[in-house]
């Protein structure tokens, strides 16, 4: 079958491969052809692995943290397809060949503390595939019955096609970091104008903050410059924004003023939630100078090195802040939240989230591209499909 493999953690790229062997289910196992797959952030870092000291790492977990033993494994968890297998000890009450489904891709222990007690989106011995294991990116996957989402309970290819189930994995994301921060009525602070930021302004706009603000930070030499920044701050107005910032005070000057003395001047003192949604130390330092005397900060990106300048004194622990950290998605309540969320025409949520995704899916085997449309911004929301795959 087709297939995009990491074939070494000390260069950067991928493979295309069509000799890789179709996976094979075990008893409780299910087996899906990929419809659509979509690049994320994850996958951005395991392409570009050699500035990414903290990916090789994670990648290397079950390797002893030797590069040399590392085996060739098919990259992608964010996906949609139809069953076409099932193993003979899986309920036919959850799962049929046929249906149209996705999966949690973070294969829990089921035994340690944290599974056993309601948290096994934080299990102590998560794998996921296509970062530890065979993953997405490519013509067919096997899963576990149990990770499986059957999107036929959720309307189907009608209410949640492929063009949007395929990225369901990073919506999730977003929804359980802006569920976390119970912004119903409060203001709120994205910082991060990336997927996951534009996603997580939806979801806030959906669930009722009261006004959001946008950040990001241009560069004006790089691919992210004034004319890109506009497009995306466009696209956060058109989902929920109601101010956007550059935070480039070089690029743009005044805005990173402005949204400080709005943040302090209208609201109280400060902003009631903060999502981080960039990982950019910048916008760890932002998210000190502008979240309220006991507000929240709710994190999910994640720095690309460790903080080296923050005040946690002066930024947390005197303005009594809770710091909250985002792991995927809880299994399986921000799945059914998120699918309750989308099926519901009334919420809005399906039609700003259609806004973020390119209309123009990329086969697998022009894969380079895809992840080029992404790097250079000139995509948010990126798909690739295999050979046997359909968008519609």
Known sequence: MQALKKMSLTEDGMRFVTDQPEPRIGHQDVKIRVSAAAICGTDQSIYQITSRQGMRDEMLIHNGGDVNAYKPIVIGHEFCGEVIEVGEDVDQGMVHVGDYVTS?????????????????HICRNTRVKGVHMDGAFAEYVVVPSENVINLERFGGREMIPPRLGAFLDALGNAVHTVMEGNIYGKTVAVLGCGAQGLMATAVARTLGASRIYVTDFSNPTGSFDAATMAKRFQL?????????????????????????ERAHTEHGGGIDVILEMSGAESAYNDAGIT???????????????????????????????TVKGIFGRRMFETWYSMLDLLETESTGLKAKVEKIVSPEPVALENFEQGFERVRTHRAVKQLLVPASGNVS
């Open 236 to 260: 956060a107005n058109e989902v929920g924004a109601d101010f956007c910032f550059d935070m480039n005070e070089a690029a743009s000057p005044g805005q990173k003023q402005e949204f400080f």
């Open 104 to 120: 949690e891709m973070h294969i829990s222990c089921g035994y340690c503390q944290q599974c056993r007690t309601g948290q096994r």
């Open 291 to 321: 979240v309220k005397n006991g507000g929240h900060i709710i994190l999910l990106g994640i720095p690309a090195r460790p903080l080296s300048n923050y005040d946690i004194g002066k930024y947390i622990v005197w303005k009594g802040v």
